[in-house]
């Protein structure tokens, strides 16, 4: 059989492709089984879902982004106001609320250029006091409605200046710290005296949320108690056994519907494989807070985490090892807690980092 030349070349790049796909398909090992290893980054950090959690001691380099999640890049609440208000910025005429005038006054604009530039103006073909007279038309009809246009954009302007510079309910500026203070505890987590920290990451645009551009964050800080601490070590510890035991019950109490769907798959592909990861002796090494901040009655907690692990994965009904071993090993994720009108905090996303 003879190739063509483009055939040999195809065959070449496809070549190619597999021999850099199929060292990362092997590397894949169940060493990555565990509770978010295996599915990357996964979940919901509400407006933040698509910004990454800052950096801190516990996790110096970037968090991966969400491989896994429900919202929507762009979507109404799904950026932060900052971003939504940027996305929403166009050309001068595509502005919220300006479809119509928008059209116009680049049909006019349009209509006005081409004309001039090829000797006449809409009305160019009866004459030139009639040429003369259009292209008078043509300007006047742009020069109202910019000056529609420019009203409309001072009067919003007015309005987003009152909105952003609102104090908070009890009429104090309020200053917010930085949203990587850590918290002296009795467990692993970053010390700096004995100051909870206190984390309300603040917009100028937050004025936003009222015209629309998703939803906006409450300038009330959230504070994070050594309570809280424990609570997240906790939460640690109870999603790696509800894993092993592949207990779905007790995941949907310790995470979101939205986590508690992905762990339901991934424990179904083990099941399909006939293999059972297990995650046990899990022992918080270091830990401290990203940041926290507030979504109308949710609160949000990204905490950064350095703990170890013995994580294997076995063959289902014999107890072979597949993979893994006794070894503990170590992880750092961030993982985002939530919390709704002041109950629990359950998992809403995992980053790994």
């Known amino acids: 059989m003879t190739f063509t030349f483009s055939m040999r070349g195809a065959i070449k790049t496809l070549a190619v492709v597999l021999s850099l796909a199929m060292p990362l398909t092997l590397a894949i090992s169940a060493a990555d089984a565990r509770p978010g290893g295996k599915g990357g980054s996964m979940g919901s950090r509400g407006s933040k879902t698509f910004q990454a959690p800052p950096s801190t001691a516990t996790a110096p380099n970037a968090a991966q982004p969400m491989n896994r ?21 166009g050309g001068f005429f595509n502005r919220p609320g300006m479809g119509m005038l928008g059209g116009l006054a680049a049909g006019f604009l349009g209509a006005g250029l081409l004309g001039m530039l090829f000797g006449g103006g809409f009305l160019s073909g009866l004459g030139s006091m009639m040429s003369i007279i259009g292209l008078l038309v043509q300007v006047a009809l742009i020069v109202i409605v910019v000056r529609l246009a420019m009203k409309w954009w001072q009067r919003r302007n007015q309005n987003q200046t009152a909105s952003a510079y609102a104090g908070p309910a009890g009429g104090q500026p309020y200053n917010a710290p930085e949203a990587n203070q850590t918290v002296q505890t009795n467990h692993a987590y970053g010390q700096q005296g004995n100051e909870a920290p206190q984390a309300a990451p603040r917009s100028a645009l937050g004025g936003l949320g009222g015209f629309g551009f998703g939803s906006r964050q ?29 207990d779905v019950d007790a995941l949907g109490k310790l995470a979101t519907p939205e986590m508690t769907s992905y762990f339901a798959k991934d424990l179904a592909e083990n099941k399909a494989n006939n293999d059972i990861n297990t995650v046990s002796d899990v022992k918080l090494l270091q830990g401290d807070l990203a940041e926290a901040w507030r979504e109308g009655n949710a609160e949000y907690a990204s905490v950064a985490m350095r703990f170890s692990l013995v994580d294997k994965t076995l063959e289902r009904g014999t107890n072979r090892l597949v993979a893994g071993s006794e070894t503990p090993t170590e992880a750092t994720e961030v993982w985002t807690f939530l919390r709704t009108n002041g109950g629990n905090w359950e998992l809403s996303a995992i980053q790994q980092a």
Do not use: C, H, N
């Open 69 to 89: 999640t429900m919202q929507q890049p762009g979507a109404p609440g799904m950026a932060g106001p900052a971003a939504a208000g940027a996305a929403s910025k």
């Open 218 to 246: 409450d300038e009330r800080p959230v504070e994070i108690q050594p309570k809280d601490y424990e609570d997240f070590e906790r939460l640690l510890g109870d999603v790696q056994a509800a894993w092993s035991k592949e």
